[in-house]
């Protein structure tokens, strides 16, 4: 489990990325476009700027870390 503020997103139309910042750099959460439909709509905008914890299976892309949720379940929004 992973938690930090969604500072940046972005959505290319196939991935959507919610980007946040921690003590070791950069951290993604990634939602591929095949999961769109089980998210609040648009994820991009729902998640910027809220704290979140995020649980899955933390691995490297491009030398930063992220996790792919497959499921909203795996994101909580911390009040």
Do not use: H, W
């Amino acid at each position: 489990i992973i938690e930090g503020i969604i500072t940046t997103t972005y959505n290319s139309g196939t991935v959507c990325f919610l980007t946040f910042y921690s003590n070791s750099g950069q951290f993604a959460v990634v939602i591929f476009a095949c999961d769109f439909n089980a998210f609040p709509e648009p994820p991009e905008i729902y998640y910027l700027k809220k704290k979140i914890q995020v649980a899955g299976i933390v691995k490297q892309y491009k030398g930063n870390p992220e996790i792919i949720v497959k499921i909203p379940e795996q994101i909580r929004i911390m009040e």
